[in-house]
């Protein structure tokens, strides 16, 4: 449901009276809140939880919460605990800790002010069935207004897609993320060549599978759109100032190279998915006048000394499967192949970047 | 009488004279220029004999009459001027005289100290018959009502008529002077002189006895009344007084007008429905010809889906609500069709800027009226000149038919239909379109036993469809249609027997049969991979049965009291789920389900619902009234947005939604001043809600097959003063209306999911503690009319983001207590100006056009305060920010264009 708010501009631009404007409201008795975010999966890795404090709605910065002992304890009654390696981010050794399927867990977190905040026990469940990820080439019309002007773009891209075949109505929960990374060559006189890249998220929502839509025995679930177009990713020629020269200005004649794309599959526990689908209600609401009445979403954490502090986020323990791609198009560049390569951990690429002249360790070839 | 008050009146007969008869002048008289106007003749003869002659300078103004006509004694000066001109002449007093064109069949009212004396007929005629046919109706001064079976006696003919069910009588009488005595139980037994020349119409107004007749003088009942004396929280307009609203975007709106009253509320200029008394807006039961419609309002609440031609009476009841009516907790709004006194085809229209509409008035042999109106928008061609990509591909508009038909089949035996069809629709982007319709039919047949016994049947079926289609161009995989309708059939039975004049019994049995559809949504597009998926239908019985009376103890004291037993049985088929009883409701928490055939009872509610209501009569000008009133509501819409939307669910009581009761009580004080020309009126009100539907954190509602999983049960309370008071006649005309009120929500459940504020109480979304209106409308002359609305509000509760995080890159926000805040004040200025048909013109072509400005000040109202974020593509962590809405920001002029013909 969504866009009751164009309604409103519909009328106000008939009638030229109606807009909507920044609003700042006078808040009161803001209360405090602390934020934490885990995940841990089945994957050999370092998993990092992070603890941070809710900032006021109209505060920029970001405040960390320093110095507090975080440790996650399985059913057996074994402790691991977490460094702090960054301000207000604690990682695991990756050594020490791997999450085993079918174990539980809970993750405690104690503040340097002696606030003791548990989550509740969560499962890591087995792999979901892993299915096939295909792509459906589309054109689709995208409308922008430039320069005041309507103007309806064709965009090519690929819908990817997965099917489902459940066994029963009972099947499980998935979340899905993903990371698209467009990798290109920008090359110019000076310096002659650079490997550049950006990375995107394909969904504005987190990526569930919602029983209610589908009750079917197999449904196809959506994983995203990506555009194959380089004017959308504005990997075009163009003219670039060059930091600190405002004077100097190169022109830079960029490359396509190539598209990979990833795919998490992580199976995850009710708990999860309702803390989830509730986010997503928060997410898919912006921007309407139709919106849900607001809430407050908690998670499964809460403070054991005190029951009245607000705690934000979750403790998520889930099993994934990876499908990494590179996406080749065909000549006439109406078709697009999916070429599985081994997976690559993107949490590690930074959301944009380049280097000069010589490529970086992530590249992917 | 004062001069003034008997110019005024004379002032309406010749309105309604040069309405209704389309005077035929007869051919001008060629005289030499020794002649003069007649104007100049009145003047010379008003001078000399200290008199004041009205007229419709029309009749004359192609006549001239020769100069000595002013200087002969004053009746044969009449004598001659009627000759000549072919017209009649009445004498009101011994000042007061009216000129009357030779075709005249209206009344004319004169008043001395001890009756009324009537003039009946054209003068001219008189000896040509015998007897001659007297026709009319009687009703009630203060509402306009028509007063069914009442009794007229002809004294010196020793004769009795009867008023029918439509409050109209016929006499079959001898010429000349007779002495009428008029009766009915509660009113003032009214006796009056008529003189019948031949062949005419008699008007006769009643007033409730409670009032002493001479305190109502002639011009204040003839004043439009927006407000119904007779009992407490009751407001009522009529034909006239819709014409008198205040326009909405240029045209008149019942929903609209109404909600400029004490007690009543909408969201703004956008919002479907209205709210009253702190309920929320599916707890108004919005009765058209005794038939709910269940969404009053065209394009989100922009104008209501009342077509106002065609609309004989709108009343809404907020309180002290009749044993008749049932089925909504908050209030009863009862618009009833008609045209009264039709005499020859109508039509009536008008052009503004959103639509225009059409209605004819048809009367087929004196037993037939005929009614078709509608209505269209024309808001499509527009949005395509406009630079915008969305909104060029965007839509918005509408269309409603009514058809109304009376038929008399005999005396005793009246028919009539009602049929009512609407439809809305609305795109944007071509990508997300709503749409929903309402379609109407009531079948109505009243019967009189005798003159104390009535009984009426109502058949009615209501239908209501609502859609909503997502076909986003970047998620074709995802587009779907989704769709929910209602089906609601009635059958009334309904009695009223008047043992004595002390006494009107009411009684009757009403049954309501609703099947709900939540929802179905299906696959939009070839590419969509969504699958169809229906939600279970609902169904669900209402029956009532209910007996009251209107006892008068006395001069002093009435009282009106009754018991309504209602009755609500959801039935089968159906699957119903058993939860767990240790833990609050959810997915999860279902151990079995219990499968129910067709038309199977599943649950059973039911409930007393006693009426009380009491009037005293202070002294002559004022009095003090109570009232209590307890209704059960056995289906609700359920929403968890703060705006009604037109997909919102109708959701049937049953195993786990209990029925919703409300109880309120009103104590009120009603006072006139200086012979009605001021009304004031001040109530204080107390409602208690039981089963309130408040929604748990998150909630889904749309195609949620344990919808009760995500619903919470609460308690609610609202409370408040009204007081309002408005002036009558003079050239400033209007009202004022002040509401100090709160509502207030509690959720009661010890389970923490099941919790709103740790249990604490909260105000409702519409919870305003003020509520001011200042409305009036000021005469420059008889062409010309200014008018104004300011209203005034406390924002309303609202929710904000007080924290903010990120959770896996997305920004999330922490939203305050719910509805903690409230919104900034609503306060706006509209003014119009009106230029009215003139009085001179004698085409059957009547208009008048209307031209306002909406926000005169330019305030920047907040409709709706909304957290937005950052969708620019692929970016979905950027900053998010809240956003005030208004619709009309600036001073907005609007024109609209009326006409009848």
Known sequence: MKQFLWFSVLLCSITAFSCKELYTPELEDIPEAIVIEGLITDEYKTHVISVTKAVNYDTIATFPEKGAKVFITDNLGNSFYFKELTAGKYYSDSATFKPKIGSTYFLTVVTKNNNVYKSAEQKLLPKGTQEEISSIPQKLKYNLTIDGKAQFLDLKGSHFQTVFRLQSETEPYYRFSNYLLVEYIARSSDPPISYCWKKYNLNDFFNINDRQYNSSLEFQHDLGFCPFDLNFYGVVRREVSIPGCPMCVRIINNDLYKYIISFKQYHINNDTYKYYKSLNRQLAASQQIFDPISFQSYGNITCVNDSNKIVLGFFETSSVNINTYIVEPSISGNNYTLNKISPIDFDSISQEGYNDLAPPKSWIY | ?901
């Open chain 2, 1 to 901: 009488m004062n001069q003034f008050i008997v110019r005024f009146l004379v002032l309406i007969v010749f309105l309604c004279v040069d309405l209704v008869t389309n005077a035929q002048i007869a051919d001008s008289i060629k005289i030499k220029n020794a002649f003069v106007p007649f104007d100049t003749i009145v003047k010379d003869l008003e001078a000399k004999y200290d008199v004041k002659i009205f007229y419709n300078p029309g009749w004359f103004e192609r006549k001239e009459f020769i100069n000595t006509i002013s200087q002969m004694p004053l009746e044969e000066a009449f004598s001659i001027i009627t000759k000549i001109s072919q017209s009649t002449v009445s004498k009101i007093n011994d000042t007061y005289y009216v000129f009357l064109p030779p075709s005249q069949e209206t009344i004319i009212t004169t008043q001395n100290d001890d009756f009324s004396f009537y003039e009946i007929g054209d003068r001219l005629s008189y000896g040509s018959k015998s007897n001659a046919l007297v026709k009319g109706t009687i009703m009630d001064a203060s509402s306009t009502n028509e007063l069914i079976g009442a009794k007229i006696k002809v004294t010196d003919l020793n004769k009795s008529f009867e008023s029918d069910y439509r409050g109209k009588f016929a006499m079959q009488i001898p010429v000349g002077e007779h002495e009428l005595k008029v009766v009915y139980p509660g009113f003032e037994e009214k006796t009056m002189k008529i003189k019948v020349f031949s062949d005419g119409n008699l008007t006769i107004e009643m007033y409730l006895k409670t009032i002493l007749l001479d305190e109502v003088s002639v011009t204040s009942a003839r004043i439009d009344q927006y407000y119904r004396r007779t009992k407490m929280s009751v407001m009522s307009i009529d034909a006239k007084a819709i014409k008198e609203l205040p326009k909405n975007l240029g045209e008149t709106d019942i929903i609209k007008g109404l909600s400029l009253m004490p007690g009543v509320q909408t969201t703004g200029e956008f919002g479907s429905g209205f709210n009253v008394r702190g309920g929320s807006a599916d707890q108004n039961l919005v009765l058209i010809e005794d038939v709910p419609i269940f969404n009053s309002s065209h394009l989100f609440g922009l104008t209501s889906i009342l077509n106002p031609d065609g609309i004989a009476e709108a009343t809404l009841y907020k309180g002290g609500i009749p044993v008749l009516f049932g089925e909504r907790a908050s209030s009863i709004l009862t618009v009833k069709m008609g045209s009264p006194d039709l005499e020859r085809v109508k039509v009536k229209g008008g052009i503004g800027l959103i639509n225009s509409r059409l209605s004819l008035e048809i009367p087929i042999k004196k037993k037939i009226t005929l009614i078709i109106g509608g209505r269209t928008s024309y808001s499509d061609w527009m949005l395509k000149k406009i630079p915008d990509a969305d909104l060029m591909n965007s839509s918005a508009s509408f269309n409603d038919m009514n058809m109304f038909l009376s038929y008399d089949i005999s005396k005793r035996d009246k028919l009539s239909l009602f049929g009512y069809s609407s439809n809305d629709k609305f795109s944007i982007s071509g990508t997300h379109s709503y749409g929903y319709g309402n379609l109407l039919g009531s079948a109505n047949f009243s019967h009189r036993f005798n003159s104390n016994f009535y009984t009426n049947i109502t058949l009615g079926v209501s239908q209501y469809n609502a859609s909503y289609t997502e076909k986003d161009t970047l998620k074709p995989l995802n587009s779907y249609k989704l769709t929910n309708s209602l089906l609601y059939r009635s059958l009334k039975w309904n009695f009223i027997y008047k043992p004595n004049e002390k006494h009107i019994v009411s009684l009757g049995l009403n049954g309501f049969l609703y099947n709900v559809s939540p929802g179905e949504v299906t696959p939009f597009g070839e590419e969509s991979s969504v699958l169809k998926k229906n939600i279970e239908t609902e169904n669900g019985l209402e029956w009532a049965g209910f007996i009251g009376d209107d006892f008068k103890v006395n001069d002093k004291i009435s009282l009106e009291f009754g018991i309504r037993y209602s009755g609500f049985n959801y039935l089968g088929a159906k699957k119903v789920n058993i939860y767990d009883p240790r833990f609050s409701k959810s997915e999860e928490t279902i151990i079995d389900s219990l499968i129910f055939k067709k038309g199977e009872t599943i649950q059973t509610w039911g409930g007393i619902e006693p009426r009380f209501s009491f009037r005293y009569n202070v002294n002559l000008s004022s009095s003090l009234r109570f009232s209590y009133n307890r209704i059960n509501q056995y289906v609700n819409l359920i929403s968890n947005t703060a705006v009604s939307t037109p997909t919102d669910l109708w959701k049937l009581s049953d195993g786990f939604l209990k029925p919703l009761v409300s109880d309120q009580l009103a104590l009120g004080y009603f006072k006139n001043f200086k012979q009605n020309a001021y009304e004031t009126t001040f109530e204080v009100f107390y409602k208690q809600y039981q089963n309130v539907t408040e929604y748990k954190n998150g909630s889904q509602i749309l195609l949620n097959n344990h919808v009760e999983t995500d619903l919470i049960s609460a308690r609610g309370i609202s409370f408040g003063a009204e007081l309002y008071i408005k002036k009558n006649n003079g050239k400033l005309t209007g009202w004022v209306s002040y509401t100090l009120s709160k509502s207030l929500r509690k959720t009661t459940s010890q389970n923490p999911e099941e919790q709103i504020n740790k249990n604490a109480w909260f105000s409702d979304n519409m919870d305003r503690l003020h509520n001011l209106v200042i409305n009036g409308g000021y005469s420059l002359n008889k062409q010309w009319k200014l008018g104004f609305t300011f209203n005034y509000n406390t924002g309303r509760p609202v929710s904000y983001p007080e924290l903010k995080y990120t959770m896996k890159g997305y920004q999330i926000v922490y939203y305050s207590d719910r509805n903690k805040y409230k919104m900034p004040d609503y306060h706006k200025l509209d003014i119009s100006l009106s230029r009215y048909e003139s009085l001179k013109i004698k085409k059957k072509w009547k208009g008048y056009w209307t031209i306002s400005i909406i926000n005169v000040y330019g305030r920047k109202n907040a409709y709706s305060i909304f957290y937005q974020r950052d969708r620019s593509p692929f970016n979905y962590n950027g900053r998010s920010a809240l956003y005030k809405l208004y619709i009309i920001g600036r001073p907005m002029p609007t024109f609209t264009y009326n006409f009848v013909f």
